[in-house]
């Protein structure tokens, strides 16, 4: 088992920045980001595979160029920086991770963190 923390939500203007974490229990090769507006399905924006020296990334079309996804191996933590930010980025954002090379937009995730909100006002 995993367990997923996030942090890092908030409030912000439009053409704002935040910074999510993550803070995974232990080691886990891919992590990725989700969000999910009111009314909305839950959509992956962001996901980061590292292993052994290798590291991909994958990005939503909505959010390439704005957000960045990184992760700390050492301690087991992955960020998503969100630049100029929009209010339709507004949602509850996700961490999750699953133990496979497989870590695209459209794989199943195994293990998900609580939550965090981020809205965003025009």
């Known amino acids: 088992q995993v367990q997923l923390v996030e942090s890092g939500g908030g409030s912000v203007q439009a053409g704002g920045s935040l910074r999510l974490s993550c803070a995974a229990s232990?080691?886990?090769?891919?992590m990725a980001w989700f969000r999910q507006a009111p009314g909305k399905e839950r959509e992956v924006i962001a996901t980061?595979?590292?292993?052994?020296?290798?590291?991909?990334?994958y990005y939503a079309t909505g959010v390439k160029g704005r957000f960045t996804i990184s992760r700390d191996n050492i301690n087991n933590t992955v960020y998503l920086q969100m630049n100029s930010l929009k209010p339709e980025d507004t949602a509850m954002y996700y961490c999750?991770?699953?133990?496979?090379?497989?870590?695209?937009?459209?794989?199943?995730?195994?293990?998900w963190g609580q939550g965090t909100q981020v809205t965003v006002s025009s």
């Open positions: 980061i595979y590292a292993n052994i020296g290798i590291s991909t990334t």
């Open positions: 232990k080691y886990i090769s891919c």
């Open positions: 999750a991770a699953r133990s496979s090379s497989a870590c695209g937009l459209r794989v199943e995730y195994d293990y």
